[in-house]
């Protein structure tokens, strides 16, 4: 059963919302409003009318106005209005389509104009709407895809870091905790002069997502090396340092096989390349200095180093956060960027509570 379309007639002569009322309710349900104030209300209710047969001379809010306010409020902004007016000059006229208006009706009416017109912008009004929730359906469901991917890259990352931390059972929670410390410094620093114009809000969402991936190399280090209980010889450190190599060409790799390059990854090859180089360029693969080292891998820097030391492995106890705190004040300007380490001793705090809140079942901050 198809249910007519809804008119609001709006005039303050009671004959003539009777005259209106006669001609379009045997089509439509017809609505009558004495005043604007009563237009508006009824225009702006769950049960807002199709269309809107709006008289201009009226006491107290003329219908001008009364159309200012529809187009004004994203309620009723879309209904169509049809002026039905005496006032026929130019002026007037022009006035009305100014406001918003789709048609402009002198009185005396003639019947058979009034049902086209209404006919005419109805069918326009439906048109309209048919586009406009097909458009919001495809925009949702670009929305869903595209969280559905973004879930499905999430998701990858995290089983590939994953994989990477069961080859060293000892690291336990430490790619959650050095995802949450690199944001947050990450955070902290946008506004700074050095920093601001690459640590955008996208950015920064790369960065928390490509940094669990800064050990990925560690898969293909020999487990004779990776578990080894006590210090590393000359040799084996040589192949525990390729694991930055490894780590990075692996990405490298996986986009050959996609046959593009993803700018999503293109921060996952900085840290995973580029987390153990030095400020003062002591540190590799490359012996990088300064700037020169991507700023995805010198936030990872202090973020690493500083869960390192606090964490218990193998070959070490625990550092306190104290005993870590004076290590990594140690290291400014020589280890890490200056600015970043100055961010890191200003956030201890919250570094301290990540730590606390990601803990290994044996970690001690």
């Known amino acids: 059963m198809s249910t007519k379309p809804v008119i609001l007639v709006v005039d303050d002569t009671p004959d003539k919302l009777t ?3 006669d001609l379009l309710s045997e089509q439509y349900t017809v609505k009558v409003a004495p005043n604007g104030a009563r237009a508006l209300k009824i225009a702006q209710s769950d049960k807002a009318p199709d269309l809107i047969l709006l008289d201009v001379m009226m006491p107290e809010m003329d219908g001008y106005e009364v159309c200012r306010r529809l187009k004004a409020d994203p309620v009723s902004a879309e209904i169509p209005v049809i002026f039905l007016t005496a006032k026929a000059e130019r002026e007037d006229e022009q006035m009305g389509f100014d406001l918003g208006a789709v048609d402009y009706i002198t009185k005396p009416v003639s019947p058979p104009i009034v049902l086209a017109r209404v006919q005419t912008h109805l069918t326009l009004k439906a048109s309209a709407d048919f586009l406009r929730d097909q458009n919001a359906y495809l925009e949702r469901e670009v929305q869903r895809r595209t969280d559905e991917v973004q879930a499905l890259q999430d998701v990858t990352i995290l089983i590939m870091a994953s994989l990477a931390e069961t080859r060293d059972n000892e690291t336990g929670n430490h790619i959650l905790r050095t995802q949450h410390y690199v ?14 114009a690459t640590l955008t809000p996208r950015y920064i969402t790369q960065l928390f997502k490509s940094a669990p991936l800064h050990d990925i190399g560690k898969v293909g280090i020999p487990d004779r090396i990776l578990l080894k209980p006590g210090k590393l010889d000359v040799d084996e450190f040589e192949i525990m340092k390729t ?16 046959g593009v390059s993803v700018p999503f990854l293109q921060t996952a090859k900085e840290i995973c390349y580029s987390h153990q180089e030095k400020w003062d360029g002591s540190g590799y693969p ?3 200095k300064g700037d020169a080292i991507p700023l995805s891998a010198r936030l990872m820097a202090v973020a690493d180093v500083y869960d390192a030391l606090i964490s218990r492995r193998a070959y070490k106890a625990p550092k306190t956060h104290e005993e870590a705190l004076a290590i990594m004040r140690e290291g400014r300007g020589s280890h890490f960027d200056a600015d970043i380490l100055d961010a890191f001793i200003t956030l201890q705090n919250e570094f301290r509570a990540i730590a606390a809140r990601y803990a290994d079942e044996e970690h001690a901050a």
């Open 19 to 21: 005259l209106m009322s």
């Open 183 to 196: 944001k947050l410094l990450a955070e902290y620093l946008a506004p700074h002069p050095r920093f601001a």
């Open 286 to 288: 490359e012996g990088l």
């Open 243 to 258: 694991h930055t190599t490894l780590g990075r060409n692996a990405i490298v790799h996986a986009e050959q096989g996609l």
